[in-house]
């Protein structure tokens, strides 16, 4: 035993892929491999789900939003350009603003009546900052007074289509400012095009019209009621908000993407550790079959050990042995469950073929984005789980002398 470096991972790699007598502890080995590599897999499939769905909730959002967005809580804003001027002083990340004028009111189509959310856009600045216009699907966005644009989701629940005439009711037009009452008013427009963002919420509530033409029809002339903004450095968004809230002051306020659903994105964060920990229990699992199956060889390769023990192998040697051979099964597993996980991923990310229900998870189908920093920490873990199942075997091993090894053979 001169050569003690390269003695033990000859001995391991002997003793691993060796067969035992009965074939009883090989077929436990491979069980260990398989259950470490579906713990593997299923980490590494629902964290790129999970990540995929967080990142198609955000692509959508600032797709609808932009990165920021500065709106009013009282009255529709006047003076616009002055406002765009300041908020590029305060803010010098805004790359591009889109202002718009955003309304609630009942939408009448062919087969139905719906609420909806009326948004008069600015047509030159909406693509700079929104991906709206990537997102039409059918028809073109409105150009002129009288057209608009409705979400998909929406269209279909009041049968309409592109060429289709609905009715807009709007509940007060005016603001009752000289002595005039503020009175409900029907607006006929033609559908112009069909808008799907691929968010529910988006696609079942939203009509798009021009900005002059919403105001003109709700007699609020040159008024908006919020500015979307698309930044230079998108990680930034919350810094932005939060200076712009500072500076402005009511009746302003600012949020960000994250702001806009913090409940869901919690949710999400939330729910992505919580299954973490829960699919790390079946690596936990394959690391107890990685003991019984060092125990298994070791009575398995008594005699062997002894003998091994009897021509000097040392202690550590032996301690290092077992341990190595724990870490060779942690190491076959976790790249297989990887690469199988990964290769599933890519599947499901190149089909689409998974798809679920739009109104209840924001979206229809099932995205998929890999992290490689957690796809490493998925590996990471589950080698130092099974390198530390090891240690008990490996000690056990290490103590015993080479006559208990041969006491009975």
């Known amino acids: 035993m001169t050569k003690t470096q390269n003695v033990v991972p000859l001995l391991a790699r ?190 079942s509530k939203f009509i798009f019209a021009t900005l002059p033409a919403v105001q003109a029809a709700l007699k609020q002339p040159d008024r908006v009621t919020s500015f979307k903004l698309k930044l230079s450095k998108p990680d930034q968004s919350r810094q932005v908000a939060d200076r712009l809230a500072e500076n402005f002051g009511y009746p302003f306020r600012a949020k960000d993407w994250g702001q806009l659903n913090k409940n869901l994105f919690y949710a999400i964060r939330l729910e992505k550790v919580v299954i973490a920990i829960i699919l790390t229990v079946i690596v936990l699992v394959a690391a107890f079959n990685v003991v019984s199956t060092l125990m298994m060889m070791i009575h398995d390769k008594t005699r062997e050990i002894a003998i091994l023990k009897a021509m000097g192998l040392r202690q550590s040697q032996s301690f290092r042995l077992f341990c190595l051979i724990g870490l060779g099964i942690g190491i076959v597993g976790t790249a297989l469950g990887g690469a199988l996980g990964l290769g599933l991923t890519v599947l499901i990310q190149k089909s689409s073929w998974i798809h679920i229900p739009s109104d209840i998870y924001y979206i229809g189908f099932l995205p998929v984005v890999v992290r490689w920093p957690e796809m490493a920490m998925i590996g990471f873990v589950a080698l130092l789980v099974t390198f530390a199942a090891t240690f008990w075997p490996a000690r056990s091993v290490s103590k015993r002398q080479p006559l208990e090894g041969l006491r009975y053979e």
């Open 14 to 203: 002997r003793f691993l892929l060796s067969k035992s007598s009965e074939g009883f502890v090989s077929f436990i080995t491979r069980v260990s491999v398989v259950g470490l590599a579906l713990g593997v897999l299923a980490l590494v499939v629902v964290t790129s789900v999970i990540n995929g769905f967080e990142g198609e909730l955000i692509r959508v959002i600032t797709g609808m939003n932009g990165d920021v967005i500065l709106y009013s809580r009282g009255d529709p804003l006047t003076d616009a350009k002055q406002l765009e001027e300041k908020i590029r002083k305060v803010a010098p990340e805004v790359q591009a603003i889109s202002a718009s004028f955003v309304t609630e009111l009942m939408v009448s189509g062919p087969a139905g009546v719906a609420g909806a959310v009326l948004e008069g856009i600015d047509a030159e600045a909406i693509g700079k900052v929104t991906s709206i216009p990537d997102r039409v699907i059918s028809g073109r966005l409105p150009e002129r007074d009288g057209e608009v644009a409705l979400g998909k989701a929406l269209a279909d629940r009041i049968g309409a289509t592109t060429g289709s005439e609905v009715k807009l009711i709007a509940p007060f037009i005016g603001d009752g400012s000289g002595g005039q009452a503020a009175v409900a008013k029907t607006l006929p427009s033609h559908v112009s095009g069909i808008v799907q963002m691929g968010m529910h919420e988006y696609d």
